[in-house]
């Protein structure tokens, strides 16, 4: 299998509760290698960019208020196959439908406010990855 990269953001919720060591734990201990990482606050102008597909749903001024609602994540992840393995271990997005043991079911309340993003290519994991960081961000080299 590839080696992929891609986008994490513990979003405000996670960081609110105070969770951004115990996500991260759990995110390392499932194999991911931490390849950047950065606290910042989204104005509602980069929120909006970074969820430009979802402009035309319903949900679309709520996503961008609680995404710039208080400082979140990003954080850009490796590992073989890390896109797919990624959105398995948050779980699905309504942390109502999902998996026990999943990021999402353990620590999410709602659709909204589901603790975590995860890029859902390879393609997109690109651009977000571009979206938050520069390249020269991408410092990390486990070589091993
Ligand atoms: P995320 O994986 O970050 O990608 C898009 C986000 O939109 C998603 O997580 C949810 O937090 C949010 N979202 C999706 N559906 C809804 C909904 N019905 N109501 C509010 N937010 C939603």
């Given at each position: 299998?590839?080696?992929?990269?891609?986008?994490?953001?513990?979003?405000?919720?996670?960081?609110k509760k105070n969770l951004i060591g115990k996500v991260?734990?759990?995110?390392?201990?499932?194999?991911?290698?931490?390849?950047?990482?950065?606290?910042?606050?989204?104005?509602k102008e980069t929120a909006g960019g970074f969820y430009?597909?979802?402009?035309?749903?319903?949900?679309?001024?709520?996503?961008?208020?609680?995404?710039?609602?208080?400082?979140?994540?990003?954080?850009?992840?490796?590992?073989?196959?890390?896109?797919?393995?990624?959105?398995?271990?948050?779980?699905?997005?309504?942390?109502?439908?999902?998996?026990?043991?999943?990021?999402?079911?353990?620590?999410?309340?709602?659709?909204?406010?589901?603790?975590?993003?995860?890029?859902?290519?390879?393609?997109?994991?690109?651009?977000?990855?571009?979206?938050?960081?520069?390249?020269?961000?991408?410092?990390?080299?486990?070589?091993?």
């Amino acid at each position: 299998m590839a080696v992929e990269r891609t986008l994490a953001i513990l979003k405000p919720d996670c960081v609110k509760k105070n969770l951004i060591g115990k996500v991260t734990a759990q995110i390392q201990e499932a194999g991911f290698k931490v390849v950047a990482m950065r606290m910042t606050r989204l104005t509602k102008e980069t929120a909006g960019g970074f969820y430009e597909v979802h402009k035309e749903r319903p949900f679309f001024g709520e996503l961008v208020e609680f995404m710039s609602s208080g400082p979140c994540v990003p954080i850009v992840l490796e590992k073989e196959n890390a896109v797919a393995d990624f959105r398995k271990l948050i779980g699905a997005t309504n942390p109502a439908n999902a998996d026990a043991g999943t990021v999402r079911k353990l620590y999410a309340d709602s659709v909204g406010e589901n603790i975590v993003h995860g890029s859902d290519s390879v393609e997109n994991a690109k651009i977000e990855i571009n979206y938050h960081f520069a390249s020269s961000d991408l410092v990390a080299n486990y070589g091993f």
